[in-house]
């Protein structure tokens, strides 16, 4: 598996209807995933300690996806084994008053992943050209403004050096009824279920055209978005592993360069 | 093990020369800890999502110790299992111009976990009657103000739900000594050398004082102080674990009652 097979080309159009969810390349269950998420995980997790160590660069994680995509798994599941020191995550719910009274991007500035950091956006600004458009709270003309605001926003983190990595959790219509049945009878998820996401379900072929716009616009060579298969929750986490392992490696990392005065504190510590 | 054998009593005490930081209770290898350290994390994991669903309390553990005692390597190792977006740890760092701006407190109420969430403080606002009384920065009544400050702002945040867990790990000098040494062998590691930590290291007995006065004055019923043996990472691990269950534990988390509508829905949805 490679991170790039799931990458959207700029300015392509796909159609979400032509992506099969339900995907699981040539592997057949999460036993025969499993080797390879632990390899990637370890990956992972020496990766972050080169950020985290060299201060320079940082990483933002955007998950987008329908209601039970599987948002909150994923950051569990995939980027768990994270140090929680250098790894902060963050849910983007409805907008409170002070974040309503600035443009839709100030919530998002002030959170980006400082140096170092690893973050990920549960949600984000890009709600603010998929939930607004598709109640048509905002006009036309309002969402292409937004989208180009993102793209420049996009190329300011850029420009400090923020990897941003984009992805979106595909599942089927069918796999969502499941997961929201399942949330009404297991006592430990219930408390997850929201009657609006039964409302916003009605608007699926809106939300998923929404979607395709924002990935025709905003997947950028840098800053590309990912559509990830998502019915089967564990090539879902191999596959974000596998994104996330090629965006860090492509950072070209590294340690600090060696002040020379610690070797002669070393010989001074062994005496 | 019983999380309360690490507690400390209110006005007590102790003395941390006579605690032996090489404490392994009954047990004698990680190997032996293993199956315990597991079963603590699953524990503390269903504790948190119950937390989490329930949004009404929260927890605060505050991570303090001499240079290399681990606080950054329990988080991960001991807490690390903890779901992400529940999750958020901070590091005190030298205050900056804004924080320095303002009371001593300041800073660190910001930050406080929000209902439903765990937050890890690594060092913490009792740096500002250690590090401060050590070097003698403040004077000695001012000490005494401060203490008296911090135990008032517990009080505070307990009255809004916030437990508050405080954790000293407790190493040997030897041990700090050999740890110094191999950050500066190991490239993965020397990054993290700071050379002002042999500077601090000359300090230790009145560090060892400053601590030992701040468990007398703000080891509370309801925060109380914990003295962790650390020279043994897994003991450390373990007790760790124990601790942040008990605490959860002692709670009474439950998940929020269930809604009679979602009933309904659910068998319209079954239809």
């Not at 929201?180 to 039964?198: A, G, H, Q, S, V």
Request: aromatic letters at 10%.
């Amino acid at each position: 598996m490679q991170g790039s097979q799931f990458r959207l080309e700029h300015g392509k159009k796909v159609r979400l209807a032509n992506m099969d969810p339900n995907e699981t390349g040539s592997l057949h269950d999460r036993e025969e995933a499993e080797p390879n998420i632990e390899r990637l995980k370890e990956r992972l997790e020496a990766l972050q300690n080169m950020l985290y160590a060299e201060k320079k660069q940082s990483v933002l994680f955007v998950i987008q996806g329908m209601d039970c995509s599987g948002k909150d798994g994923v950051v569990k599941r995939a980027l768990g084994g994270l140090h929680p020191q250098g790894f902060q995550v963050h849910s983007f719910r409805t907008p409170t008053e002070e974040e309503e009274a600035h443009d839709f991007l100030w919530r998002a500035h002030r959170i980006v992943p400082a140096k170092g950091m690893i973050g990920a956006f549960i949600r984000s600004y890009y709600e603010d050209v998929l939930i607004t458009r598709t109640h048509k709270w905002i006009s036309e003309a309002e969402v292409k403004k937004r989208l180009k605001h993102i793209n420049r926003f996009e190329k300011l983190l850029e420009s400090s050096g923020v990897k941003i990595v984009k992805i979106f959790l595909h599942i089927s219509k069918d796999f969502q009824l499941a997961k929201l049945r399942n949330r009404l009878t297991d006592e430990t998820k219930r408390w997850k279920f929201d009657k609006n996401d039964l409302v916003e379900r009605e608007s699926w072929s809106a939300y998923e055209e929404a979607y395709e716009d924002v990935f025709k616009q905003c997947s950028t060579e840098s800053a590309p978005w990912y559509v990830v298969p998502a019915n089967h929750r564990w090539y879902r986490d191999l596959a974000v592993l596998q994104i996330a392992v090629d965006a860090l490696e492509s950072m070209r990392l590294a340690y600090p360069a060696s002040d020379p005065e610690l070797d002669q504190l070393l010989e001074q510590l062994q005496e």
